[in-house]
């Protein structure tokens, strides 16, 4: 009779730790979801201090503002540069 009593004990103990694995498992595997305020501020374009509209240069990935970037007029729009050295690198790849 105390031998089927442990058995019992064990297989409780087993079923709570399995409970408590479920739970940690869950919780790491559930699909995580994005602060509410995340996308909407993700989707706005970033402003100078001027309130020019930022762009990114298309050769190094900086920000540059529109007011005082670089130009170069391509096909009907207008490329930003941050730099001289960044227009002319873009110049080269391009050509």
């Known amino acids: 009779m105390g031998e089927f ?3 019992i004990l064990d297989a409780l103990f087993a079923l ?3 409970r408590m694995l479920y739970g940690a ?3 790491f595997l559930a699909p ?6 995340a996308r909407a501020s993700a989707a706005k374009q970033p402003t100078g201090d001027t309130g020019s509209k930022m762009v990114r240069d298309p050769e190094c990935g900086m920000f540059v503002s529109t007011e005082l970037s670089h130009r170069l007029r391509r096909g009907g ?3 930003h540069f941050c730099s001289e050295d ?3 690198k ?3 790849h391009a050509a």
């Not at 995580?32 to 305020?37: I, V």
């Open 77 to 79: 729009e207008t490329l």
């Open 32 to 37: 995580r979801q994005a602060h509410p305020g």
């Open 25 to 27: 498992l869950k919780h």
């Open 86 to 88: 960044c227009l002319e």
């Open 16 to 18: 709570m730790m399995l």
């Open 90 to 92: 873009y110049r080269r």
């Open 5 to 7: 009593i442990g058995y």
